[in-house]
């Protein structure tokens, strides 16, 4: 099956990038103008393209989707990718399960993103990435010195997917107590030579500024051959579009065949409910709504750092400081600035506006779109809503006693903020996000007693760690850089 119509390139948010190739975006992290890239286009399919895709297993639909964006990669060279991103040694079939649970409220579907490596769906990008860059790697004869901050998944996912790899090495700085055991161990016991933990004084967004410091130093990023596979990665977005049509396709296979065959699956649409903290998932979400997935409305689920759910709500772009980030049982969401929600502002202002507009954050600390706030719904299909500690025990509860198994805290955020908002008609998609076996308290305090723990959690947990602490400080970041970074 041909994969392309038509060559995707990528400029930069900020104007001040020469259009560039998937392969050069993939190892860039920021655009060297402190953008993010984006495709000039977003590339479109249309229902006959969806209907041929709907017999394909998953890594083969994910060379066909990934190919729209990545056109400088072979589509034998990209089959290969994917083939190898989610054969069986790294997720059972069918990779992404979709899970009907009308018992909890009809027409709910969950939507498995955490088969992986490590229980979230962090893996489903980054094993895609951990064949990826090193392929690139291979064709251009360089190294790569990843650099990257976790809230919780992305570093664990990052490390496995990357770790013994040959040319990369991976720096990531994670929140000092801010995860669960489950998420520090999945890190933090890996012994690998190319994998260095950097726990940081401070919250997920201190993390993130400091990476964003060393990425601004051209000079240093250059040196150090200094990349990311944060959400800023647009090859982890290319990735994370994949499982939109997965679930689409999934959610509609009946109209395809059956009783209801007479129903063109073209005209079922679906509405889909995303935890969200970065706005990477979701922005992904995006993209296969604007490349014509038959996606209705995109439901944005916050925690109580609900940043984006102010956005979406009011128009008004107010990223909170460290000291105001709280620390909540969904950690992966304790995030008070969305790196990705750049490149979707770009979309909605267009680049001209964009860049006028956009300095408005840099000088203020706000960025105010309320005279755009009704197209955020009406365009572009946002609606949002915030859950709180106790709606995410309550959500746990009520799916676990509807259908005898636990949900992840983040997930139930997704679910609260869906049962919310549902309407009569139209099937919901939640994005699970992650094991629940990876939240034991939370989920035990909601179900009223321990879970029983995997035996391969329990030697997780009682594996020696590996990890450097340092104060949020970047001349103490860019001395462990220098000391043990790759170099061609």
């Known amino acids: 099956m041909q994969h392309r119509t038509q060559d995707t390139s990528y400029i930069s948010t900020r104007g001040g990038m020469p259009p560039a190739g998937f392969l050069d975006v993939l190892l860039s992290g920021l655009a060297p103008d402190g953008g993010l890239a984006v495709p000039a286009e977003v590339p479109h399919i249309t229902a006959a393209t969806l209907e041929d895709w709907r017999p394909l297993s998953y890594p083969e639909l994910a060379a066909e989707v990934i190919g729209r964006y990545a056109t400088d990669v072979s589509a034998a060279d990209l089959r290969a990718l994917t083939a190898a991103a989610y054969g069986p040694e790294r997720f059972p079939a069918p ?32 094993q895609f990435l951990g064949q990826a860059i090193p392929y690139t790697l291979r064709r251009e004869g360089r190294v790569l010195n990843i650099l990257g901050a976790t809230s919780g998944d992305t570093g664990s996912a990052a490390e496995h997917a990357f770790r013994g790899r040959d040319g990369v090495s991976v720096f990531m700085l994670s929140p000092q107590g801010r995860m669960s055991d489950v998420q520090r161990a999945q890190m933090y016991s890996l012994a690998d030579t190319n994998i260095h933990n950097i ?8 993390c993130q500024n400091l990476v964003k410091a060393i990425n601004n130093d051209p000079a240093f ?56 903290g970065n706005f990477g998932n979701i922005y992904a979400g995006h993209l296969a709504r604007t490349m014509g997935v038959p996606i209705r409305r995109l439901i944005l689920a916050t925690n109580e750092n609900n940043v984006l759910d102010e956005f979406f709500s009011t128009g008004v772009y107010r990223p909170r400081t460290s000291a105001q980030t709280l620390a909540t049982s969904s950690p992966s969401m304790d ?16 680049p001209e506006e964009f860049q006028s507009r956009w300095p408005e954050l840099e000088r203020t600390g706000v960025l105010d779109l309320s005279d755009q706030q009704a197209r955020l719904d009406e365009d572009y299909g946002f609606v949002s809503g915030t859950s709180t500690h106790a709606d995410r025990l309550a959500a746990i509860r009520r799916v676990h006693d509807a259908t005898g198994t636990p949900i992840d805290p983040h ?16 099937p919901t998609l939640v ?15 909601a179900l009223g007693a321990p879970q029983p723990v995997p035996d391969a959690i329990r030697r997780l947990l009682d594996a020696e760690q590996h990890v450097v602490d340092i104060p949020c400080d970047e001349s103490r970041l860019r001395a462990l850089i220098a000391a043990d970074a790759l170099h061609a």
Request: charged fraction near 20%; charge should be negative.
């Open 95 to 126: 990779v992404v399960p979709l899970r009907p649970a009308d018992a909890v409220a009809e027409g709910l579907t969950l939507v498995g993103l955490s088969e992986g490596p490590t229980m979230a769906f962090k893996d489903l990008a980054m």
């Open 199 to 206: 726990a940081v004084e401070g919250v997920f967004d201190d």
């Open 221 to 276: 990023k250059s040196e150090y051959a200094i990349g990311a596979v944060n959400s800023i990665n647009f090859g982890r977005i290319a990735a994370q579009v994949v499982y939109y049509v997965w679930a689409w396709l999934r959610a509609s296979d009946r109209m395809a065949g059956g009783s209801n065959s007479a129903i063109e699956p073209s005209s079922f649409r679906v509405d889909v409910a995303v935890p969200s």
């Open 335 to 350: 995030i008070s600035k969305a790196s990705n929600l750049e490149r979707f502002v770009w979309t909605l202002l267009g």
């Open 411 to 426: 997930t139930a955020d997704g679910v609260t903020v869906a049962l919310r908002v549902m309407e009569r008609g139209f």
């Open 431 to 445: 994005l699970e996000t992650a094991r629940p076996e990876k939240f034991p308290e939370t989920v035990a305090e």
